[in-house]
């Protein structure tokens, strides 16, 4: 696998989509052994260094709390491995699970607690150590939306408010995107490109971001000899790199807020669906050749656009991106 | 509070009448507990008969009761110790560091069952230290073969449920004690789940 060197970040990074990130997030901990390659943390290689001198706090997927502790005791075991007195001790679990909004399960074991409630204690305990490096596992995989939406928004405050690097592991796009100051996408243990949310979103490095983070319409093309594109009877030109070779039948990426719909007879599709979205409306056209796009437009002039209305579909002329045709 | 009843439902049951329907049992299911009832009562009653009823009262007062009892007590605890301190970190140990192996660790278990005490007998006794031939603490040996099958399976299956390797991976993470403290509170805690009676 490709061996990454993660820079010290002033905010969150998400690791999302692809295999190896758990296996990049271990390797970071020191629970793996990298084939080759290096971990350096504030310029400092720490690669040989083991896990628990490594100074990094860990979430895990699956609950690791220690059954045999009550959430206190868990909060307070890695401040217990310090030999912290006691009453310090205590003094600071308690903090942490007032933090995380524990304070009356503090004696509770970790099979009398939910999903949710264990996460937030391992949380807790994670933090304790005070950490210069916060690793998240996928932590809110196995809860229920609603659990995961509330947890997403502790976590984020939690991080904000002791501002702690935090590496967050996710195949979630979503939550990626709304949680992390920058996110990283992961393809075959190969980070495809780290970016704020919106940058990547907007200019993805490669189709694969394109197509991992957001809906991304595929549509056919030709490039040109000038280094740009014709598609949809317009000819834009062409962001990032190229497809290699003597090909010039390519795939153009789009998203659905970067196409043009004008409801006109004679168009070059036809609308097949409607799905209201509340501002916009995604209106699903089929176009020759048996291509179908996804277009948003704002709701208050959707009603146009009913489904068998003939379209015309249309690039506005912003650089775009294209890959091989499939 | 009033309750309010809609006059237009179907009545329900009372809570009487749903009680006597739980209660009531097929006539199949009581000649099957009839059946099972005569089969384990007899041959209890016959031990006590033949005995005689009296006899078992007579138990406490025999010579040398006291003291097999508490040899039996003392073999009981040394067993017990010796199988908790030869299987729980081998369990432990196998799960962590050699997964591949459990199979076979399970085909070696289970040998104590197939194979017939009395060879077993011979064995331990031709491998036993020459100090416990002769006395009475032979026999924990013996028997902690004998257990191994069942403890294995037990400290196995309580280990299975724990996700030990993340709970071990957390703990290295918390600091460099953390393992060997984790390890340690990781056989309390298995032992304890695992030797509970399970009623």
């Given amino acids: ?326 | 509070m009033a309750a309010v009843t809609d006059a237009a439902s179907p009545p329900t049951r009372t809570a009487a009448a749903r009680a006597g329907r739980r209660r009531s049992l097929p006539v199949w299911r009581w000649v099957i507990l009839l059946g099972a009832g005569i089969y384990f009562l007899i041959p209890l009653y016959a031990a006590l008969r033949f005995s005689g009823f009296g006899t078992f009262g007579q138990v406490f007062s025999q010579v040398g009761f006291s003291d097999a009892l508490i040899l039996s007590v003392k073999l009981a605890v040394v067993t017990t110790a010796a199988t908790l301190v030869l299987m729980v970190p081998t369990t432990i140990y196998v799960h962590l560091r050699l997964p591949r192996i459990r199979p076979l660790l399970e085909s070696i278990t289970i040998l104590p069952i197939v194979i017939p005490p009395v060879v077993l007998i011979l064995g331990v006794l031709d491998v036993s230290p020459p100090s416990l031939k002769g006395t009475p603490y032979l026999l924990a040996l013996i028997y902690v073969v004998l257990a191994m099958p069942f403890a294995y399976r037990s400290l196995d299956a309580g280990l299975r449920a724990l996700d030990l390797k993340t709970i071990v991976d957390a703990s290295n993470s918390l600091g460099p004690a953390g393992r060997s403290r984790c390890g340690g509170s990781s056989c309390r805690t298995c032992a304890r789940r695992c030797c509970r009676p399970r009623c």
């Avoid at chain 1, 709390?65 to 959430?71: T, Y």
């Avoid at chain 1, 310090?82 to 001790?89: C, I, N, Q, T």
Wanted: hydrophobic share 40%; proline share 5%; with cysteine.
């Fill in chain 1, 1 to 326: 696998m490709w061996i990454v060197n993660f820079d010290q970040t002033s905010g969150p990074v998400s690791v999302a989509s692809g295999c190896g990130k758990t296996t990049a997030l271990r390797i970071l901990a020191g629970f793996e052994i990298a084939d080759a390659g290096s971990v350096t943390v504030n310029g400092k290689d720490i690669s040989p260094v083991p896990a628990a001198k490594r100074d990094m706090g860990m979430v895990f997927q699956s609950y690791s709390l220690f059954p045999n502790m009550s959430a206190m005791e868990n909060v307070g075991f890695g401040l217990r491995m310090r030999r912290m007195a006691a009453a310090e001790r205590k003094r600071r679990a308690g903090e942490l699970l007032e933090m995380v909004g524990l304070t009356e399960h503090a004696r509770h074991y970790p099979h009398q607690l939910s999903g949710g409630q264990q996460q937030r204690v391992a949380l807790a305990r994670a933090l304790a150590i005070e950490p210069q490096v916060l690793l998240l596992d996928e932590p809110l995989s196995a809860l229920d939306a609603k659990v995961r939406l509330q947890l997403q928004e502790q976590i984020r405050s939690m991080q904000q408010r002791l501002g702690t690097t935090t590496l967050f592991v996710t195949h979630d796009q979503e939550e990626a995107l709304s949680m992390a100051d920058r996110v990283g996408v992961m393809k075959e243990g190969k980070l495809e490109q780290i970016a704020m949310p919106d940058h990547l979103y907007a200019h993805p490095a490669t189709a694969f971001v394109a197509e991992f983070a957001g809906t991304m319409n595929r549509v056919p093309g030709e490039l040109t000899d000038a280094g740009q594109v014709r598609a949809l009877g317009t000819v834009v030109p062409v962001h990032g790199d190229q497809p290699g070779g003597a090909l010039t039948e390519v795939d153009v990426l789009v998203r659905p807020e970067g196409l043009k719909i004008e409801a006109v007879p004679g168009g070059n599709g036809i609308v097949t669906g409607r799905a209201f979205l509340g501002s916009v409306t995604r209106i699903s056209v089929r176009l020759s050749g048996d291509v179908t796009v996804k277009v948003d437009h704002p709701s208050a002039d959707a009603g146009s656009f009913a489904p068998g209305t003939s379209v015309r579909i249309s690039l506005p002329g912003a650089a775009v991106l294209v890959t091989q045709r499939r």
